[in-house]
């Protein structure tokens, strides 16, 4: 069995009265786009910390090739940050930031300007060397930030919202950037971010957390589409959630009685699934048509559009059923011109397929408290990927 | 550009006398400093003649002398105090340090001094001297060396340290490498203010120079106790010229941390 | 793989030794330097105020060799500690009195320099940021001259006025002398305040006067009650100004120190009077923050 990089066992952390950091439980494989996503103050810049070396956990063990590494200082770490301000050292040029890790390393003089000149032309900065950070625009810095951090091929390469102080296009590109760099160095990332759109994009595992423990550790595409819980379905894109009660089921299907709605089909992914809960729906699973269009779907309801937000690709109908209750729906622009297609007061019905939506318990709520192994999910190990 | 709108002329004539007001005493005494007379009272012709009569005063160079050296140790070792202690209230917040070094700078200093009497005199049974007067010139050197450095670490990115430690500096090479680089200037700009502070010192020097010790402010005081003479004119003047210029590379070296201070 | 795992769990107190060590070795000698030769001597005038003079001036010794002699005139006995110099203190009104004119002296002071010093920083604060370096360069300018020099040049002016050694004198170079320090946190302030601010007000229909009295005032005042504190604190503990421009009337709080110290040796009262600026400092300093607080607080709940 291969072991972990890095191993979080029962990591606690407190600050006075407050946990920041509950219990937390997690791996991280070696060459893998790992992503702590949640809220601010969910505790994972905190965790991230931990893992430098910044900090020390109050409980538990952060293990490195399965040793304790709790305790060691963060220039003994073969862990490097890259901060969410940089952080560089403005008195040292490009070329001398980028060479400090090396020079900390008392590596020859030779060795440091080939490996600087190797690095900044990694991040497409080797015309720079010799400017000051002050001199850079945001996302130079970034990739200065970035070059410094990988320059001595660190185990693990922690990044600590790196997008947050660049403007849209910018961030896109550093996005793609990430990426590319993460393949091509195949240095271990542990990515945090509060925007759920990168953690999706850019990540093989997500660990979706939330006040001081995980709440979801899965591939972006599992925790999208199964969310373990109201609280990762809320976070994570957008979700209908309603309230109900599974009644009954077959085979594949379950039987879910929302008092808003009545009967409503929806699929079955476990083998127990009765009781009180929630049932989420994307709004991109719900489809939107004229009243009296045949949508041949299980679930239909009608109603009226009550509000619509047209960002250009996509809008979203928020639509109020006749008994009261909003649904929101997605309809893509794919007409030409600018057509759309409904306008607040329409009457429409809005269906979905019986294979659409998750079911949530109540008692998924009260059991995120648990340490997530990673086995529970499909796990991703250095084997599997390479 | 709102700050380009039109000054009201009241508010022009107000503030252009106000400067006046700090202007005109001292250039009267640099003007009569030249003045070929021995009343401070008309302009009579020119002369450097109280120059010279200054620089044949053994007492006065003797005095100068002194000055100039108690300046230099006591702002060499407020710059190191000082600079340890801004570093450590930035770094571990040590409310008691930061009460025992600012709290001089904020007190009328007849207080340190006459503390410092009774603690030299009465607590250790010694003689006043140089020493003493060294000794306390560092004593309140620290509090502004320790403001500045302070405030320069507080302008600063916490981050960058953090870094460092992060891409494998040891503590030490992390303030080798980072830190001191970044707080040169501001350890500077304190370096240059202690000595300032201490050759322009006069309350403190009053309680502290023993029998026999005198400065240039100690010096001043005895004349024009006794008498305006012009020689006083000119001795200040220089001491103008002297603190002018120190406050010139102290503002080419630092010019933020200058601000700051204030 | 055992030896490194016992290496690895020595770590965290490797850690934490070091930390401490960094900590200590830059904390300790400026605490050691300031607690030798501030607190310490801080704490000896306090003891001393509490203390009698010794034959030759001085402090008597606390713990005397020779057996305590009985003075024959009032049969006291002439060591330990007593509360004399604070009773001599509370019962002669003169001393009330100069502390009363120190206060009101070093009061004129502040409010005179806040009068001058708003215009000035008013001025500096409307210019564009370019030039507002080299305006408040030349409110501090004159500091480069020394404290004794700045004010032997009002010897030269107010002689031939006929002021010299008046209470006017004192208070026109205690003024000059503190002026920059109200100046300058007063446009520190000033500086601050959102231009948009005064756009505002005219667009809402005050005038220039109006919009300065309910709009740049009542914003300035943490910038007034902080250089109040800078003011008016020196002013008290001041002895040279009077001692030099002053009269016989014009003396204050710290000529009475210097007196007890150098004239008369009476330590143990120098010392009193000493403990009793300090009280007065401490409450002044802690007023001047309270308003600052106060007035800052109130604009936040305006906002």
């Known amino acids: 069995m291969t072991l972990p990089l890095l191993k979080l066992q029962n990591i606690t952390r407190r600050f006075g009265d407050a946990i920041a950091v509950n219990n937390i439980t997690l791996e991280v494989h070696t060459g893998e786009f790992f992503t702590l996503l949640g809220p601010s103050g969910c505790g994972k810049t905190t965790l991230l910390r931990m893992i430098a070396g910044f900090d020390q956990p109050d409980e538990g063990q952060i293990l490195l090739d399965g040793q304790n590494i709790v305790g060691l200082p963060p220039e003994k770490r073969p862990f490097h940050t890259v901060f969410q301000s940089y952080a560089l050292f403005p008195h040292l040029t490009v070329a001398e930031n980028v060479a400090f890790p090396l020079k900390m390393a008392k590596r020859e003089q030779a060795f440091i300007q080939q490996r600087v000149k190797e690095t900044l032309e990694l991040v497409h900065l080797e015309d720079k060397g010799h400017r000051f950070p002050n001199e850079l625009s945001g996302g130079q810095c970034q990739r200065v930030a970035l070059a410094r951090s990988l320059i001595n091929q660190p185990r693990l390469l922690l990044l600590d919202e790196p997008t947050s102080a660049l403007d849209a296009k910018l961030r896109e590109k550093l996005l793609v950037e990430l990426s590319s760099l993460q393949r091509t160095t195949g240095i271990t990332f542990i990515f945090i971010t509060h925007a759920q759109d990168e953690a999706l994009a850019l990540s093989h595992r997500i660990a979706v957390m939330n006040s001081g423990h995980v709440e979801q550790l899965d591939e972006p595409s599992k925790i999208y589409s199964y969310p373990k819980n109201r609280f990762v379905a809320n976070f994570i894109g957008n979700c209908n959630l309603l309230e109900g009660t599974a009644e009954g089921f077959n085979t594949t299907h379950l039987q879910i009685n929302i008092p808003q709605l009545g009967e409503v089909r929806a699929p079955r992914h476990e083998k127990k699934h009765e009781g009180k809960g929630w049932l989420a729906l994307r709004p991109e699973h719900i489809a939107i048509a004229a009243p009296e269009a045949d949508l041949n779907y299980t679930n239909t309801f009608h109603g009226k559009v009550c509000d619509f937000l047209y960002v250009g690709d996509v809008t979203t109908y928020i639509v109020e059923l006749d008994s009261g209750q909003r649904i929101e729906a997605l309809l893509a622009n794919s007409g030409l011109g600018s057509i759309r297609f409904f306008d607040i007061g329409d009457h429409v019905q809005v269906a979905w397929h019986a294979d659409a939506g998750y079911f949530l318990p109540d008692n998924a709520d009260q059991s995120s408290q648990a340490s997530y192994s990673t086995s529970a999910s499909t796990p991703l190990t250095a084997s599997s990927r390479t | ?262 | 793989m055992s030896a490194s795992s016992t290496s690895h769990s020595q770590l965290p107190i490797k850690h934490t030794k070091r930390k401490s060590f960094t900590r200590w070795i830059i904390s300790f000698p400026p605490m050691i330097y300031m607690i030798l030769f501030f607190a310490l001597p801080s704490l000896i005038m306090v003891v001393g105020s509490f203390m009698i003079p010794g034959d030759t001036g001085g402090l008597a010794p606390l713990f005397p060799i020779a057996p305590p002699q009985i003075n024959a005139q009032d049969g006291l006995q002439e060591t330990g500690l007593t509360l004399e110099n604070y009773t001599t203190f509370f019962s002669d009104t003169v001393f009330a009195w100069i502390f009363f004119k120190s206060v009101a002296v070093a009061g004129l002071t502040t409010f005179i320099c806040a009068l001058m010093a708003y215009p000035v920083a008013l001025l500096i604060s409307r210019h564009p940021k370019s030039q507002r370096d080299l305006l408040l360069l030349l409110v501090v300018l004159p500091f480069a001259s020394n404290f004794l020099v700045r004010v032997y040049a009002w010897m030269i002016i107010l002689g031939p006025f006929n002021l010299l050694f008046t209470n006017t004198a004192v208070i026109i170079a205690l003024v000059y002398v503190h002026l920059p320090f109200m100046i300058l946190p007063l446009y520190t302030n000033l500086e601050k305040h959102d231009p948009a601010l005064l756009d505002a007000a005219r667009d809402l229909g005050a005038s220039p006067w109006q919009t300065f009295w309910k709009v740049t005032f009542p914003l300035s005042l943490p910038g007034i009650f902080s250089g109040s504190a800078l003011v008016f604190i020196p002013v008290l503990g001041m002895f040279a100004i009077p001692e030099i421009l002053g009269g016989k009337d014009s003396l204050l709080v710290g000529n009475l120190i210097k007196e007890a110290f150098l004239a008369t040796r009476d330590w143990p009262f120098g010392s009193m009077v000493s403990m009793m600026l300090t009280l007065l400092v401490l409450a002044i300093a802690g007023l001047c923050s309270w308003l600052s607080n106060r007035s800052r607080r109130l604009q936040m709940k305006g906002v």
């Not at chain 2, 502004?144 to 670490?153: D, E, K, P, Q, S």
């Not at chain 2, 030490?172 to 200037?185: A, D, E, G, V």
């Open chain 2, 1 to 262: 550009m709102s700050s380009a709108k039109k000054i009201p002329l009241r508010l022009w004539t107000a503030g252009l006398s106000v400067y006046a007001f700090l202007y005109i005493p001292l250039i009267v005494v640099v003007i009569f400093s030249f003045n070929d007379s021995k009343l401070n009272a008309q302009w009579v012709g020119f002369t450097l003649a109280w120059y010279k009569k200054l620089f044949s005063n053994q007492e006065m160079l003797i005095a100068a002398q002194n000055s100039l050296f108690i300046a230099f140790v006591s702002a060499l070792g407020a710059t190191v105090l000082g600079t340890m202690a801004g570093v450590a209230i930035h770094r571990y917040k040590l409310p008691f340090l930061s009460a025992m070094v600012f709290t001089p700078v904020a007190m009328p200093e007849i207080l340190l001094g006459v503390s410092l009497l009774l603690f030299f005199i009465q607590f250790l049974h010694l003689t006043l001297g140089m020493y003493s007067i060294i000794i306390a010139h560092t004593t309140f050197c620290i509090g502004f060396v320790a403001i500045i450095v302070r405030v320069r670490l507080q302008g600063m990115n916490e981050n960058i340290f953090e870094a460092a430690r992060d891409l494998g500096a040891t503590p030490w090479n992390c303030f080798r490498y980072i830190m001191f680089p970044l707080i040169r200037p501001a350890i500077i700009a304190g370096a240059l203010m202690s000595f300032t502070l201490s050759i322009d010192d006069f309350v403190i020097t009053f309680f502290m120079a023993g029998v026999g010790v005198s400065t240039l402010p100690l010096q001043i005081y005895s004349m024009i106790k006794v008498a305006v003479t012009p020689e006083v004119n000119a001795i200040s003047t220089l001491l103008m010229l002297l603190t002018l210029s120190l406050m010139f590379i102290a503002s080419r070296i630092a010019p933020d941390t200058l601000k700051g201070q204030a």
